[in-house]
């Protein structure tokens, strides 16, 4: 019995162990495509053209140029429609179009600590696979990367067991009037709507926080919205940093210690890091009582725990913000206007700081009033790296910090843990090397201590401009209804200086007018 | 400067070239830990030993046997801890145990369609990665497949870069007074507190949803907790089950025909996918006008999607549901009572239903009273698959739907948009072969409305006994007062009978003896 027993439960090992196997990364987002944003034919539709967009504008970026984007969507059928998304960025060489939008998890990005709107190498070809699974259709590029050479065309379907692209079609073709650039055209079941959520609000939005980008979007109806450039300014180039040593995890730095080329710790630290100085590695050295000049592949575990200990008691300096490339006061109030005809702008752009060892930064700007409804919540508009996020409001960082702060002391009415009521839109910007999302479908920022903190702090800013501009608009509405009091009472007292000085009729119309003139100008009174 | 510019260019989507690479899904959930459920010290404990007590459940549960868990938390500094868990489950061949623990998407269940805990192949892996993140140390694993053979023992570490195993050491070693399964030792960095989110509760509603399970827990304190079975029983082995073609998508169908071994639409269809008889797949075919004899790897892009759009015009019958298995009410009511003492319990398990092709389950148990708190909003318990749900309770189905119940008709109290204030537990199980959660934190079910509609009736048949219950009760209560009152006037009615029928102090007492008789004895007065 016992032996019976024991080879049955071996059988058992032995037949699990034949069902176990890889799962490529496509097959597992294939089957949880919400996680990337893929939730319903609305948000598909949406999240398409947004990770086109988002990656044509870090294109252009890469080589300072002011971006031509071309957005287009066909209605193919019932919920089937062909999206086209065309920039006037560097274009990908033909070796590498396969890879960036026909296999998961391929990218320039992951890995560089530099402020870009994607960061996954996820986006397009999660896009490219949406599009295949609902559809059946492949996707098609054209890439194009010198004037005086013929563009690239592929149409690419994933093999999805693998997570690796399979070339349906390769050609070269002509793309004339196109000195270089990409187009993507993408089939997909979606649902096109109009409203807060919606493709046409994505796209005036990204107008507003890229007021150096020139778009055309062709919605489905043919027609045609064209979004001008604000400035020709380019956005400062953000520049790529080493890691902060206090962004750092024990486990992360036995990996590097184990890889490092540098023959020495002090060698290691300082080339490694951003912000170690000589004196600060001896420092963490020294109170890890490590010499200076250890190998680095010398080092043992405990010994590395020492070091990761002693890294976080030492005082190093915060690090560099130039990897950060923030819209600016001017530019955000000139992206505001361009939009929203109000009455009332203000901007301010908070310095930049840090959390878990990343450099960020807030952004804010108000539209207050001129066209705006005022009996509803303020409408928030909030943006990572220059993209417009749109759904999972509650859940983000910024909207918690919004509910928090107290309007009352900028002159605006609020309930209770609400957003407050007023004819205003409130537009947040965070710029990082990393925005901490709170899932891959990068709707929401989380709610570290120190973002919602310089949130709050850049609201605030805002909100004294803002609670000025209101105080002094109150007073001379005041100052507006006293006076029309006392024209109202101008021709009594007229009549009434007329009786008491005995003066002509003449006279009192004289007086009177005199007053009035007075009136009207109070500020020769003074 | 024309051809200055396009160098230039040309340049730029070079480099770009060389910069663009794999990432491997380790390196992007490493970054990205948070989507896994480690977004603070607290929950990394609690998700570490979550998963791992589902797969040794799971493992029990493929052998059909009684499971015994040991779980262990060691302090070993401040934030660090060593997580110990050990079962009686089948084991795993040695040479599959670096893969199943230190490579993620690796397991055996991503694409059986049958009810089981685990279902990515990332949980586990995860947690070894987090381990070796935040203490730079690696996981041990000891597996015994056979009790007269000895066990294998791992030390394993991940290559992040390559999403592949490492192993640091390997060896057989001795493991006595064990016929065969697993023992998994981890070092991770965490926070053990006590409360509604703490490893203590997740472990007690374990208990309750698997009351087949016998578990010894050693928290910190080493103060042993020890979940005796409450029953002998084991759970109805789930079936693994085909797709159901409702819940087919496109993409997906294509894929299926062009690797199918069938040579025929016709055997292609009845062998591929539940509930597809010859003369379904005939009405299908018809209705896409393709004769049922064509060879499956013929059909071309428009074929497919006409075999498509006609699957969803045709009546199929629901999917087989045996791949399910429920806990069942009277096994519901058993965990309960072991874990809370109430004064009445009830229990209801729903029939199978589907969505979107996929069969589930809900069940529901309610303990009311007793030792439970009356002043506090009802508390739920969420459960998936056996699986306690802890974490954003709001996000989920499960709440949702208990908000919209109208707890008014069973005799609770709600605010509008509110649990009902109760001395009450709610215990809700879902049961499916893929339960669609909003993150792979598995942690909140998705709004499915053929999901809510069914925790809603589900609430409503329990509540109903509820009420049933509480009303039997008020008027229990009514009846008792009453009686309190008349017995409070016996003696008064006692001396007035004594002079009214001039009778002796004697008669008088008993009569009143014969009253209170009388009235203690409700049933016999009818």
Known sequence: MATKKSSKHKNHAERLAQEQKAISVSQFFERNRH???FDNPIKALSTTIKELVDNSLDACQEINILPELIIQIKQKGDKRFTVIVEDNGPGIVKEQIPKVFAKLLYGSKFSKMRQSRGQQGIGVSASVLYGQLTTGKS???????????????????????????EIVQEKEIEWTNKDHGIKVEIDLEGKYQKGRLSVDEYIKQTA??????????????????KYKKGTSELPKEPKEIKPHPYGIELGVLIRMLKITPSKTLLNFFTTSFSRVSAKTAKEICDKASIP??????????QQADALFHSISKTKIMAPPTNCLSPIGEDVLIRGLKKEINAEFYSATTRPPTVYRGMPFQIECAFAYGGDLKGDELIKLMRFANRVPLQYMQSACAIFKSAQQTAWKNYGLSQSRGALPTAPMVAMIHIASVWVPFTSES???IAHYPEIVKEIKLALQECGRKLGVYLRRKKKAAEVERKKSYIVKYIPHMGEALKEILELSEKDSLEIQKLLKQKLESPKENK
Chains 1, 2 share one sequence.
């Open 35 to 37: 996680l990337l944003g």
């Open 139 to 165: 996707s098609k590029i054209t890439s194009k990367i010198d004037p005086k050479k013929p563009a690239h065309f592929y149409e690419l379907h994933i093999d999805v067991n693998h997570n690796e692209p």
């Open 208 to 225: 507003i926080s890229n007021p150096h980008a020139t778009i055309t979007y062709i919605p489905p109806d043919n027609k045609v919205v």
């Open 292 to 301: 200076l000049n250890t190998k680095p592949k010398k080092i043992d575990h």
């Open 442 to 444: 990068k709707e929401a």
